[in-house]
T-cell receptor, first 112, second 115 residues
Framework: SQQGEEDPQALSIQEGENATMNCSYKTSINNLQWYRQNSGRGLVHLILIRSNEREKHSGRLRVTLDTSKKSSSLLITASRAADTASYFCATAQGDSNYQLIWGAGTKLIIKP | NAGVTQTPKFQVLKTGQSMTLQCAQD?????MSWYRQDPGMGLRLIHY???????DQGEVPNGYNVSRSTTEDFPLRLLSAAPSQTSVYFC??????????????FGSGTRLTVV
């Protein structure tokens, strides 16, 4: 069962532009996490945001969380070719703050 | 610091064969898990463990067994391979103690094809 659903499924932008990906979920969460997966590789943890937080930053990444709308967004500013990857959101819900349910991901392509 | 190590990276099995996918982590993480990733889908949890001697089923456990005899190792066994088990398998770990949750550390994956 998928908890998070990313939108859009695919995104293609020019290098230097900002990229925004969205994640919606269905039930209340303890935390929401974003991961990156380069083609053929394992996933890499980017940011974790707790249910009582509204925004977090890490370098060129900005994550927001709106629990009233059950949604989160990941903003990558000043995109680079190396940002080309799939991005996944995952949510921890119920009694667990570590067991994750995953969305299907957004495929991001940065054109040089 | 190796992180999470998965072996093998690639494997081709014939239907009915059995095999073990290895996963080892050197970060003393309590939580370890196995996922499969199929095209167009998110990760689906197969089995997980919150410590040595403790395992539990995830969303898609049928056809797979796990054991956790040490903190470091969490092997996944395919009992009798079927074409439906063709997938990419990922092992992930996470600490559970103070400061958790902190996100998962993933291995590089095992690409399994069952013919």
């Amino acid at each position: 069962s998928q908890q998070g659903e990313e939108d859009p499924q695919a995104l293609s932008i020019q290098e230097g532009e900002n990229a925004t990906m969205n994640c919606s979920y269905k039930t209340s969460i303890n935390n929401l996490q974003w991961y990156r997966q380069n083609s053929g590789r394992g996933l890499v943890h980017l940011i974790l945001i707790r249910s009582n937080e509204r925004e977090k930053h890490s370098g060129r990444l900005r994550v927001t969380l709106d629990t009233s709308k059950k949604s989160s967004s990941l903003l990558i500013t000043a995109s680079r070719a190396a940002d080309t990857a799939s991005y996944f959101c995952a949510t921890a819900q119920g009694d667990s703050n570590y067991q994750l349910i995953w969305g299907a991901g957004t495929k991001l392509i940065i054109k040089p | 610091n190796a992180g999470v190590t998965q072996t093998p990276k690639f494997q081709v099995l014939k239907t009915g064969q059995s095999m073990t996918l290895q996963c080892a982590q050197d970060m003393n993480h309590e939580y370890m898990s196995w996922y499969r990733q199929d095209p167009g889908m998110g990760l689906r949890l197969i089995h997980y463990s919150v410590g040595a001697g403790i395992t539990d089923q995830g969303e898609v456990p049928n056809g797979y067994n796990v054991s956790r005899s040490t903190t470091e190792d969490f092997p996944l066994r395919l009992l009798s391979a079927a074409p439906s088990q063709t997938s990419v398998y990922f092992c992930a770990s996470s600490p559970l103690g103070q400061g958790a949750p902190r996100g998962y550390t993933f291995g590089s994956g095992t690409r399994l094809t069952v013919v």
